[in-house]
C-alpha cells in the first residue's frame, strides 16, 4: 500500500535531525527539528501557519513572500536548535552528575565491606586473646590471691584431655592458644570436638574473695576461643553445637558471649553448612522470644548479612514468602532482602512471585526489574547509556485528533510523568547481565509474567508489567506480549508509550515486531473528499451517527496511533545502534559488533545497498550465538539484528525508488521532508517474521526537485524473531 499526503496533510519524519513521522486528521503537523511545526492541537499554530503561507504564495506568485516566509522559518529553526542544544547540555550535565554519584556510592559500600572486615578480624583476634588478657589482670583486682598454676607441658601437641580441662578450671593464660591449636591441628577429629564441648561446661575455679568482672571476662574469652576452634574443626558434632549455642539447647558458663562468638564463627566460615546452620536458626527462633527476634536476628542480618552468599539469600527468601511464618519476622527478613544490593536479585525475585507478597512490594520490585532488566539489554546490546536519554524528536506520527488524542509536549521538552526509570551504568556491576539473565529471563520468572499478561484486560493498569516483559528478550515474553497487546489493542499504545520505551529504557528490539502485529494504518488526509462514507451524514439529518460509524471512526484512530507508535520505535532503534557504532561499542559480554566505516557496508543484508551508497555506521547482533556468558546464552533468545546509516548527496527519487523494489511488500509513507519503507514478511521454513524498515531524511531545501542531487540521510533496519503469533 502506497500512501502519498500532501502539504494539507503532513505525515513525516527527518531521521537525521532526530525526528519522525508526523501528520493529523484534521491539521497538518511536523516533527523534523530542523523543519519546526510543532504538532496539532491548540498547542503550536506554526503547522497551520507554514500552510496558510503556503497557500498565501500559490495566489500571489512572484510577490517576495517565499522569501519572508523562508526568514521566519529559518528563525523558527534557529530556536529550535538552540532549545536542543540547550537540553542537551542539561543532559550531558545530568549524565556526569549521576556517574559522580554512582562512584561515590561504589566508594562507600567498598570502604563499609573493607570496614567490615576489618572489625571482623579484630574480633576473632581478641577472642583469641582475651582469655590471656584477662588473665594477666594485675593482682589487685582480687581481694585474695590467685592459686598457683599447675604446670603443663610447653608444647600444646603434648597436652592431654586432662590438661585443657585444667587450663580452663585455672584460668590459664595459655589456654585461649592452646584450644586454637586444638582447632586447627585436629580439623575432623571427633574426640577434638568432643573435648571442645566439654570445656564449654567446664567451670572456671573461682579464688576466695575474687571479684565478679575478672572472672566474668575470663569466662567470655575462654567461650570465645572455644567457639572458634569448634568453628575450625568442622565435624558434625562441632556445627550442631554451634547451632545449640545459638538456638539456647547447648549452654556454656557465658551464654550470652557464646551466642554472640556463634554467630561470628558461622558469618566467618560461611560455606553451605554454616549458612545452612544459620538460616535453620533464624527461622526456628520465630516461636522463640520477641528478644530473639528482634535482638541477635536484626544484628547479624545487619553485621554479617551483606558478606551472605546469593544462595543464602535466595534461601531465605523462600521461606519468607511463606504464609506460615511469623509477620515480624518477615518484616525483618523483607527489609534486608529488598535492599538495592546485587546479590539480592535472585531473593528479589522469589518475593516477587510469592502468592504471600503483598502489592505494594510487587510494585515496588517490578519498578526495580524494569530498572535492571533495561540496564542488561543496554549492555548487551553495546548501547552506551547516554544513548538512553529522553528522545531528542518530535513525533514519527503526530497524533489524530479525537477522543484518543493526549496532548503532551515534544520529545524536546521534558515530561517527568512519562519518563521511565534511569538505566543504570554497567560499569557499577560488570556481572549484571549475567545476574539478569539467571534471574530475571528465567523460565520461573516467565511462567509468572505469562499468567499475570493473561489477567490483563486494562493497558493501563498494568504499565509497568508491560515495560517489563518489553524488555525481556525471550521468545515466551514476545509471544504473551503480543496476545495481551493484541487482545486490548483498542485501548491504544499511549500506556506502553508510558514505560518510557522511547525515553530512558532500552527494550528487546523484537519489541518492534511484536508492535507491528497490531492493527495501523496512516492518519487520514483532512481533505473532506478522502474520509470514509460513514462520515459524510448530511447535517440536516434529524438522526445521529450510527453506532457503527462511531466504533469505526474510534477503530480508525487507534490504528493510527499504534501507527505513529512503530514509527517512533524505528527511529529511537536506530539512533541507538547508529550510537554504539559510533562509540564502537561492544558489552563487555559480547552480543553486538558494532563497526564504523566510511565506505560500502559489509553487513550482512537481504538486499543488496544502493550503487555507491556511503556508509557511516554499520551494526549487526546475533543472539545467542554471540553472547559470550553462558547465563545470557541460555536464557536469550534468537534474535537477528542489522543496522546501516548512509549519508551522502543523491536523487532522492533515485534512492526511493531504488529500496521501493527492494521491499516490495512493504507500505509506504511519504512526506515532503523523506519517506518510511516499513515491511514486515513471514518466513514460513524458518518460523519467523522479519521487521524491514528504510528510513529516508532530506536536508530539503525549498523548490528544489526529486531529480537533482541533495543530502540524504538514510537508515536500514532489520530485525528478525521467532513469529509472535505464530508460537503456540
Known sequence: ??????????????????????????????????????????????????????????????????????????????????????????????????????????????????????????????????????ARRPAAESRTAAPKLTKLPEQFADWKPENYVTAKREGNPRFAEAVAFLGKSYT?????????????????????????????????????????ALADNGTPTAWQTLEGLLDGTVRSDDDAAAREAALAALAEQGGSTGEKILLEVLLRSSGSSSETVRDWTRKFLDEYGPD??????????????????????????????????????????????????????????????LRLSSAAVGVLTGVPPEA???????????????????????????????????????????????????????PEMGSFLAAELYQVDDLGAQAGLLGLAGTMPVEAMRVNLYRTLRRNWQDGPEDVESTGIFERIIVDPGLLVVLKLMPRRDPEPADDSRQAPWLKRSQKSKYRPSMLAEVREMVGEVEEEWMRVCGQLVLRLSERFEAAALAEATSPGGGARAVRRTSKGEVRLPFPLHAGARVVTEYELTWPVDLADAACREAASPIRVRHVRIEEQNRYSRVLGYYRHQIPSAEEHLSSQGAWIDGLVSRPEAGTKVSFDVLICRDRIPGNLDDENEKLRLDVLLIEVRDPSGVE
Request: glycine content about 8%.
Open 308 to 369: 551472605t552468599s546469593e544462595h543464602f539469600r535466595v534461601a531465605l527468601a523462600t521461606h519468607c514468602v511463606d504464609p506460615r511464618l511469623a509477620q515480624e519476622k518477615r518484616a525483618i527478613f523483607e527489609e534486608f532482602l529488598l535492599k538495592p544490593d546485587p546479590k539480592n536479585l535472585g531473593a528479589q525475585a522469589v518475593i516477587y512471585r510469592g502468592a504471600a507478597t503483598t502489592p505494594g512490594v510487587r510494585l515496588r520490585l517490578q519498578e526495580e526489574f
Open 388 to 442: 538512553a536519554a529522553p528522545i531528542r524528536s518530535y513525533e514519527v506520527v503526530s497524533r489524530p485528533t479525537g477522543r484518543h488524542q493526549t496532548a503532551y509536549a515534544s520529545r524536546g521538552h521534558r515530561t517527568p510523568s512519562r519518563r521511565g526509570p534511569t538505566t543504570p551504568s554497567a560499569a557499577a556491576d560488570p556481572e549484571l547481565p549475567a545476574r539478569v539473565a539467571q534471574h530475571l529471563w528465567s
Open 188 to 228: 575432623g577429629s571427633q574426640n577434638a570436638a568432643e573435648l571442645l564441648v566439654r570445656l564449654l561446661s567446664t567451670p572456671i575455679q573461682q579464688a576466695s574473695g575474687s571479684r565478679r568482672g575478672s572472672e566474668g571476662r575470663n569466662s567470655a574469652g575462654q567461650v570465645e576461643a572455644i567457639v572458634a
Open 1 to 134: 500500500m502506497i500512501t502519498r499526503v500532501t502539504k494539507d496533510g503532513l505525515n513525516s519524519f527527518c531521521a537525521k535531525h532526530s525526528s519522525g513521522l508526523s501528520g493529523t486528521k484534521k491539521g497538518p503537523g511536523s516533527f523534523c527539528a530542523k523543519h519546526p511545526s510543532g504538532r496539532s492541537g491548540k498547542t503550536n499554530l506554526v503547522p497551520l501557519l507554514c500552510v496558510v503561507l503556503g497557500v498565501a504564495c500559490a495566489l500571489t506568485a512572484g510577490c517576495g513572500c517565499g522569501s519572508r516566509q523562508a526568514a521566519g522559518s529559518s528563525a523558527e529553526i534557529e530556536a529550535v536548535r538552540e532549545r536542543l542544544k540547550q537540553q542537551a547540555e542539561e543532559d550531558k550535565k545530568e549524565r556526569k552528575e549521576e556517574k559522580l554519584r554512582e562512584a561515590e556510592e561504589k566508594r562507600k559500600a567498598e570502604e563499609a565491606k573493607r570496614k567490615r572486615e576489618e572489625e571482623a578480624a579484630r574480633r576473632r583476634e581478641e577472642a583469641r586473646k582475651r582469655a590471656t588478657v584477662a
